[in-house]
């Protein structure tokens, strides 16, 4: 079946420093990739997506690049701010039908001033 | 922007009782799911809805659970006789019909569910 890999966390960096979190997965076939982010207490938010091989998703200053030579999807980010402070849940999902959501365990990334 | 929303944010039970919480998915959308996340846990799925009937259950979706499209907008989860096992963040979302870049879930902000 599919599965999510994500690095332990927490994560903690301070504030301007480059972020990694690292995501592999196992899944049949083509899925697509996202990545959703949940501020405390708050909802899953999506972050950003990518739905084919060396596709690149981007927002907010986060990337990722979908790389299926080595079934990957991690998470960078050049200059993290406090604000980015959240957990980072890498997921996967098949294209067409009802097709569920599968999650990593998410990362607890926390930024320090 | 439209946005999945559901009420209520946060309900209070005791064990044994019967629970609804309801889901309002963005209007076009034609998937519909529930998934919870028990707390410092994964987000887990539960079920997966279309066309008035469930496409796909996971073995956590028991006969205590189910689900209902009860007119064309809101979406609900009932919980018959909760658990303190039940005791988590569910999470609504819902997907439009189509392939690509159109092809993304929307979550809805959860409904925090608290068994005494």
């Known amino acids: 079946g599919n599965s999510v890999t994500q690095m332990e966390g927490p994560v903690t960096l301070s504030e301007e420093a480059f972020l990694t979190i690292n995501c592999t997965y196992t899944a049949t076939g083509y899925p697509s990739l996202f990545w959703y982010v949940q501020y405390p207490g708050e909802g899953l938010q999506l972050l950003l997506k990518a739905t084919k091989a060396d596709d690149k998703g981007s927002n907010k200053g986060f990337e990722a690049t979908y790389r299926k030579e080595t079934t990957s999807f991690h998470l960078e980010k050049g200059s993290v701010q406090v604000s980015d402070s959240a957990v980072y849940f890498c997921?996967?999902?098949?294209?067409?039908?009802?097709?569920?959501?599968?999650f990593g365990t998410g990362t607890k990334l926390q930024v320090i001033p | 922007e439209p946005e999945v929303t559901q009420t209520p944010s946060h309900q209070v039970t005791q064990m044994g009782q019967e629970v609804i919480l309801r889901c309002v998915p963005i209007?076009?959308?034609?998937?519909f799911y529930w998934y919870r996340q028990i707390l410092g846990q994964k987000v887990e799925f539960l079920v997966s809805f279309y066309n008035n009937e469930i496409s796909e259950k996971s073995e956590i979706f028991d006969d205590q659970f189910s689900v209902e499209r009860p007119d064309g907008s809101n979406f609900t989860l009932k919980i018959r006789s909760t658990k303190l096992e039940d005791s988590a963040m569910y999470f609504c979302?819902?997907?439009?019909?189509?392939?690509?870049?159109?092809?993304?879930?929307?979550f809805g902000p959860g409904t925090r569910l608290t068994v005494l």
């Open positions: 979302a819902s997907r439009p019909l189509g392939r690509g870049d159109t092809d993304t879930q929307y």
């Open positions: 997921a996967l999902m098949h294209s067409g039908g009802y097709q569920k959501v599968t």
């Open positions: 209007s076009n959308h034609l998937y």
